[in-house]
């Protein structure tokens, strides 16, 4: 049974990873949990396009998804987006949604390439010849270290504390309601870039 | 079969990139995470050592990458010295020293991260090979289907070991396959060899249980 359509200021967050075209070059692979799943060449489009563009910095959208396919000229999205949702390859929550990161295990994919002498303060993924994100220290230590997490919301946590330990001030991150925030912030880049990807925290699953 | 050659070393952490303090500083060194907690590589003879540990890209699928290898690479240093530094790196959790025939504690203790995109299957002249890298650049290593299937699905199995297992049992119903690859005993001795063939291009990490 589908699921009902989200509405269009829904925050669409992509689920899994990609695992690329199969031999037949048709079928390609996203993995989310341990469960490898076959999507068609339109599918696959539509899960690519729910990751964002690169630039955006606000929520990707359901309607900024629709925009994008439209222009694309792919056909029926509600119904490949609500397969999607269906599959657990996609979710979407309010944008405001207090308890979002509680919802969503994270794992970085894109080297860690530290800070620079031109620029200390900030820390950089990407590949040496393309830094892709930038983002300061403890949101940095938040998201490289997720993958040891439950969930997002856990490891926000534990950075927000190491940073108090070291004596950074609430502002910098030591709280974390800030970093929090600030991880939210970051979201939309780090998944148009697949700086990371996201799985669905399984029931059960604490801090 | 295994790979000729001693016991395997294998960098053990998450790599965080290069740690500079103060504007125009230099390079204080590699910070890793390993052990609960992220440590300073110092710049350097240690650092160098803990990269080239991750394997030279053309000769990691053709010999193991031992003490000896490794050693190789760093002509201005005798074998003491490389001694030492290893020996360091060990205690310190951020090398681990693998014998194939003896890697069970090895396998049981560790877990493996994946870092870079799947590019999938590409066909070659000698057969199927999978990219990983970075989705529209080239691939920046092709391996093959079952070295892939280790590095899609390891991160979600909490040892190595489970991982060898799962993979073995996984493979049983798949078209062609040979008795090596539905043997855990020998997924698990093939694993310490898969590992310094994603190492060397980052595509992933060890990380020590505790």
């Given amino acids: 049974m589908s699921s009902a359509p989200p509405p269009d200021a829904s925050w669409l967050l992509p689920l899994g990873r990609s695992l690329g075209p199969r031999e037949d070059g048709v079928t390609h692979d996203v993995l989310a949990g341990r469960v490898v799943h076959a999507l068609d060449p339109v599918g696959w489009l539509v899960w690519s396009l729910s990751h964002g563009l690169p630039g955006a910095a606000a929520p990707w959208t359901v309607a900024d998804l629709e925009l994008q396919t439209t222009a694309a000229g792919l056909p029926d999205t509600p119904a490949v987006l609500a397969d999607l949702l269906d599959r657990g390859l996609v979710t979407a929550v309010e944008p405001d949604d207090a308890e979002l990161l509680t919802r969503v295990r994270a794992t970085v994919q894109l080297p860690a390439l530290g800070n620079s002498a031109a620029e200390p303060e900030v820390w950089t993924l990407g590949t040496p010849e393309v830094p892709l994100v930038h983002l300061d220290r403890v949101t940095f230590d938040a998201v490289t270290s997720a993958h040891r997490f439950p969930h997002l919301a856990a490891a926000v946590a534990w950075a927000a504390g190491a940073a108090g330990r070291a004596g950074l001030p609430a502002a910098a991150g030591s709280d974390a309601a800030v970093l929090a925030a600030r991880v939210r912030e970051a979201l939309p880049l780090l998944l148009a870039v697949g700086a990371v990807h996201l799985e669905l925290v399984t029931v059960g699953a604490s801090a | ?210």
């Fill in chain 2, 1 to 210: 079969m295994s790979l000729p050659g001693g016991a395997r070393l294998l960098p053990v952490g998450q790599r965080l990139g290069e740690l500079h303090t103060g504007t125009g500083g230099q390079t204080r060194g590699l910070l890793v995470h390993t052990g609960g907690e992220a440590v300073l590589v110092e710049d350097g003879d240690p650092a160098d050592l803990w990269d080239v540990a991750h394997g030279l890209t053309a000769v990691v699928g053709h010999v193991a990458w031992d003490r000896g290898q490794v050693g190789a690479v760093f002509p201005d240093l005798g074998p003491a010295d490389v001694d030492r530094l290893v020996e360091d790196l060990l205690a310190r959790r951020l090398l681990a020293e693998v014998d194939p025939d003896d890697a069970e504690g090895f396998l049981a203790g560790h877990r493996w991260y994946s870092r870079l995109s799947g590019l999938g299957y590409l066909e070659r002249d000698h057969g199927w090979v999978c990219g990983i890298g970075v989705p529209g650049a080239p691939p920046v290593r092709e391996v093959s289907p079952r070295v892939y299937e280790f590095w899609s699905l390891a991160p979600e199995l909490g040892s190595l070991a489970e991982a060898a297992d799962f993979l073995a049992a996984a493979a049983v119903d798949d078209p062609g396959v040979t008795a090596a690859e539905t043997d855990p005993a020998a997924v698990r001795a093939a694993v310490v060899d898969w590992l310094h063939d994603l190492l060397c291009v980052g595509a992933g990490w060890l990380e020590a249980l505790p």
